[in-house]
């Protein structure tokens, strides 16, 4: 299977991948912006952890915002 370079792909397929990018990027920021305000009695867990799982492409912030906040 051939490996596909950027400028193998087409201007639609490339406004996907920057658009996903972009939030990935906003969903990661948002997520670490809440966990720095949020005081730690009300993180399930360390922040620490929490700050190394937001890194974790889309499934960490979306991972954070479910389980890693009390309410």
Do not use: C, H
């Amino acid at each position: 299977m051939k490996t596909r370079n950027w400028s193998d792909l087409s201007t639609g397929q490339r406004r996907a991948v920057v658009a996903a990018a972009v939030a990935e990027f906003a969903l990661a920021v948002a997520a670490w912006t809440d966990l720095a305000r949020r005081p730690a009695r009300l993180v399930n867990g360390r922040k620490g952890v929490w700050a190394a799982i937001i890194a974790v492409n889309f499934f960490g912030p979306i991972a954070y915002f479910v389980r890693g906040r009390r309410r």
